[in-house]
């Protein structure tokens, strides 16, 4: 008792003379602390993933090098670690394996895609290492993962908020799914599904299509037979593309509601006139109007997209957000934690409506999804632009 | 032979036509859905066809199967890409000068990757040709990246409607070129001298080379005509299919299913292959749910491969010495 009494006392003293020089010694970081905050990133900076690996690294480059100028954290130098998975799985754990044991990393920024973030899920898990990633896959909040975190819109919020459009907005009772046969395809509709009895919504076709399919006339016939009020596509380029100009060619009426998949202009370019009067959730992030004036969401938007701007003259997109928001979310973590695993999972879990820039994220022990459904928005293709749908759900704030 | 081959061969068209017919018009009691699905299906299939066509050249010739052969029509697609739709060249130079492009790299790759392996087992060549087309996709990936483009129709987006049924204006191109290929590569190949050389060649080399056909020339020609076959295929079906760095997987798997369906070699079977293909995945994804769509197709390629290996046109080749 005694002993280790005196050694708190101690503690207490050391840390008192550690703070006194750091603060003596002002923004000078590297000497103060001594400490080097070791932070791995695995993202996919090559192959078919490299689009979405590539912005996450200039968000976290560019963090890094604020950091740099500013304190740092606590004073203590910041090292990222970035580490490329080459889109592949197993690559990835091969990485995350590399910045743990050799490394020493206190936490793991990552991956780029839901494949690679659930090929290092156990290797976290057994490690005990703190992970955020910025991959959308439900597999990867659901069931929650004491050590994985996300930071991106997951496929159930999209879900969600495609149902309450179907409810609220669109009055529609039965919707026909057509699906890429893909995992993210089947994964959304096996969302949908289970969830749609929720929301009033009866699912009166559930048809499939091939990622390399070019004609879907035989699927969308079969699914004008059926009483659907709206066909719900859940894939991403080009299939939905084939989709649209099908629905043009056989002059079908009902609404092509669409998954956040085809959120991109490449969807507008390669369907062209037959985009017009599709329907898709996204994040707000895409129409920058439509998030609350004033907030400090907007604020957050606003400073990260200036900043990113001024060091890489091109704007901003949700893959740069997701690497802004990762790298903030496990810097502030440390910042309150230090390098202990376990605290900064505490802290992480103990965020509460933090302005990011995909959205206000809320963390706790039994959601590790963050963001809110109020983070998306119905987007509605008009003369190849977006627009924000109209009859507006309103759930913003 | 001779006859009763025939009568047979004609049997199995025929009542693999009837079958289509029963299926369909059983199907189309409910408004106009099963003529939808054929002319779906057709357009479908004659893109097929067209690739199907592109293994049968090199086929009949080398009796090689070219795995690289979808990959011409991927190039195709994305010079078009960048020739017409980025470099504002007037679409029939960029068909011109994208097929030209595709069909120089054909043949070029012939002298530099195929015709060193003359004495190799056929076998040796096909794997060759597998490496070729991993290395053509990477090449396009790394030059276009990994997002498929638009070319635009050759005559708009206006389908055309009749007996309820609708069809776009594109596959009407894709009919024309489809015939049009056919009866050119037909004629070339049972017509004219060098044709038939060629095709000597690949039934016996040394025979062939005694009286003044040599195996190396016929091979780099039937490259080339692949090639370029490929090539101005990839064309033509781009604004339907979307040009991609990747979809010659898709094309080359289906067209060689289309190939081996009609009887490998044959250029009537290679239409009929790709046709028939078509328009029963078509018919499959209508019917079945749609997820199993790819499995039909596949399953009847093994079961022609089980019950009539020659394909439903091809001739059995029985050698006899």
Known sequence: MIRKKRFSVAFVFTTCILVALTLALGGCGNSGAGKTYKIGVILSLSGPSAPLGQSEQRSIQLLEKDLQKGDGINGGKVQFIIEDDESDPAKANVAVNKLIDQEGVAAIIGCSSTGSTLAIAPTVKKKQIPCVAMAAGTAVTQPTEKWLFSVAPSDVLVVQRVLMYFRDEAKVKNVAILHDSNAYGTGGADVFNAQAPKYGVKVVADESYGSADTDMTAQLTKITQTPAQAILVWGTNPGPASIAKNIQQLNIKIPFVASSGIANQKFIELAGSAANGVVFAASRLILPSTIPAGSDWEKAVNDFSSEYKAAYNISIDTFAAHGWDAGNMVVNAMKKAGTESTDICDRIEQVKDYPGVDGVFTYSPTNHAGLKVNALIMVKIVNGQWTQDKPSGGSSK | ?321
């Open chain 2, 1 to 321: 032979m001779g006859r009763a081959d025939d009568r047979q061969r004609i049997l199995l068209i025929s009542s693999a036509i009837f079958i289509v017919l029963v299926i369909t018009l059983t199907l189309s009691l409910k408004r106009s859905t099963g003529f939808q699905w054929i002319l779906s299906g057709l357009t479908v299939g004659s893109i097929y066809a067209l690739i199907a066509m592109g293994f049968s050249v090199i086929y009949s010739s080398t009796r090689v199967i070219n795995f690289a052969q979808g990959e011409f029509s991927m190039l195709g697609g994305m010079l078009m890409y960048s020739i017409s739709v980025k470099g504002g060249v007037p679409p029939w130079i960029g068909f011109i000068l994208s097929v030209l492009i595709v069909t120089l790299v054909g043949a070029g790759l012939e002298r530099v990757a195929i015709h060193p392996l003359k004495e190799q087992s056929v076998i040796a060549v096909i794997i060759v040709t597998i490496g070729l087309a991993i290395f053509l996709r990477a090449l396009a990936k790394w030059i276009w990246g990994t997002d498929p483009v638009k070319i635009a129709s050759f005559s708009g987006d206006k389908p055309l409607r009749f007996l309820g049924a609708s069809i776009v204006p594109q596959s009407f191109w894709v009919f024309g070129f489809t015939v049009i290929a056919v009866v050119l590569v037909f004629i070339f190949f049972n017509r004219t001298l060098v044709g038939k050389g060629i095709r000597a060649a690949a039934m016996n080399k040394d025979a062939a080379s005694l009286v003044g056909v040599s195996s190396s020339t016929s091979s780099l020609l039937a490259w080339t005509i692949a090639a370029a076959l490929g090539a101005s295929a990839g064309i033509v079906i781009a604004p339907i299919n979307f040009a991609a760095y990747n979809v010659g997987i898709m094309l080359g798997l289906k067209g060689f299913t289309a190939a081996v369906l009609g009887g490998l070699g044959s250029f009537p079977g290679a239409v009929a292959g790709g046709l028939v293909l078509g328009v029963l995945e078509m018919i499959t994804a209508g019917v079945v749910p749609s997820g199993y769509k790819d499995a039909v197709a596949f399953v009847i390629l093994i079961l022609v491969l089980l019950i009539r290996p020659q394909g439903l046109l091809g001739k059995s080749e029985d050698v006899k010495v």
